[in-house]
């Protein structure tokens, strides 16, 4: 097929835009003058016209936890309940329509919640007890780093109403199905899908790789996957021999996945300073600790990608991947999988710099930047004005790739792209159009090992696009959010929408 007729961007700096997109029966980019010669040998004759329209290369998110956030997707959300009171208010609503339907025999579990609002009960499991009508209730906190549990739950597992950290994640909460699993995540992709995406990194601790697994083997993935392993579970990589790339052509093992601290909402994000509000978070890896595993990891063919938000967070994963420099960057100059800093949220200007001696990725998600303002002003005061700083980074040559953390945030880049490029409340933290869409399509994969082959519409490379209504590069900043997702291509086949438009 040839695409025509509308605005093209390759995202190929050698050929920025083109007028015709020829795609080959092996769902590839091909060459021009094959189009335009009518070699049917490597291109149709179809021929579509994109009537105005514009085309990218397809989105990429590249931090988000897939299963949990396509399982959340037919849970309770109280994302946009302001207050305690309405949260559990729509926690009552839904144990009713559960009632009403007959469905109301097990856990009822959903999340969105702040600590903010946390603070307005007096009770809070038997707040949450009431609201769900006795049943065994648990909401996870809108950063995933705590757990509010009803008092029924505590009388079937026991412990605390509110869980932290691992504590939070330790607790026995009932495991979806395997059928449900593969339901959410087969819905979760045609979702994803219509917001633009053509692949994602995927952090997801635990029941992802398997879901996604089992549905490669039946041909039923559509999205390109980057999956990473927990650290907690290195012994077995070594044990299986695993190492990164490993896969198909839709699901590849990506890196190692360690935690260095907690969260800014839950004020355990370790910070060189204390917040404002007092307190100075979590330090749950030292840059030692980093050394060791970034060194493990090396051995073993894989990169690791460090959670750090807080400014002592992001030092100590520096200081450490500096001293196992020697180690992980032979295996990211034999294979281009260098390690990540991932969120990078708070940065102290004395480490912008170092990204990019070291060679370290910044992964980050810049709604955060939209949801977290007020609460980061009242944590880090005058600091928080250089947090979420994407610009600063990229302008001191780090290489930035860009996600939601969906659940944590919605599992829309169109909004990654209008939060990145749109920021006027922060002078200087603003990319450009052309900055964020590289981070969002091609630079994923280029830290992946697979820049040659993805993310750029070129000859040669995978046919994963996007057709949007508008072209991001003529859109004011203010306007971009309003874009919508026309169609989605991977591999040369429509997922999302097709023509006739």
Known sequence: MILEGGTIHTGDPALPRVAALPIDDRGRVSRGVEAWEGDASAVSTERIDLEGRTVVPGFVDAHLHFLSWALDRARVDVRDAPTAALALERVAERAAADRAAGADGGWLIGGGWTEAMLAEVTDPAAALDAA???????????????????????????????????????????????????????????????????????????????????????????????????????????AVEVVAGFGSEHVRIGMVKAFMDGTLGARTAHMLEAYDDGGRGLALLDADAVADLAMRAAGLGLPVALHAIGDAAVRAALDGLAASRDAWQELAGLHERPPRIEHAQLVHPDDLARFAELGVVASMQPVHAVEDRADAAAAWGARGAGAYAWEPLRAAGATLVLGTDAPISPLDPIATLAAAVGRPHVAGHALSVDDALRAMTWAPYAVSGLGARHGRLAPGRAADLVVLDADPYATAPEDLAGIGVVATMVGGRWVHGRPPW
């Open 132 to 238: 769900a009508g006795g049943r065994p209730a648990a909401l996870w906190s809108r950063d995933r780093h705590a757990l509010w549990l009803g008092s029924a739950a505590l009388a079937a597992i026991g412990g605390e109403a509110l869980r932290r950290e691992d504590a939070a994640w330790a607790v026995p909460l009932p495991a979806p199905t395997r059928a449900e699993r593969q339901r959410a995540v087969v819905e979760g992709q045609r979702a994803a899908h219509a917001a633009g995406l053509t692949g994602i990194h995927d952090f997801e601790r635990t029941g992802g790789r398997r879901t996604w697994q089992e549905l490669d083997g039946d041909d039923r993935v559509t999205l390109r996957v980057l999956s990473a392993i927990g650290a907690e579970y290195v012994d077995g990589i070594e």
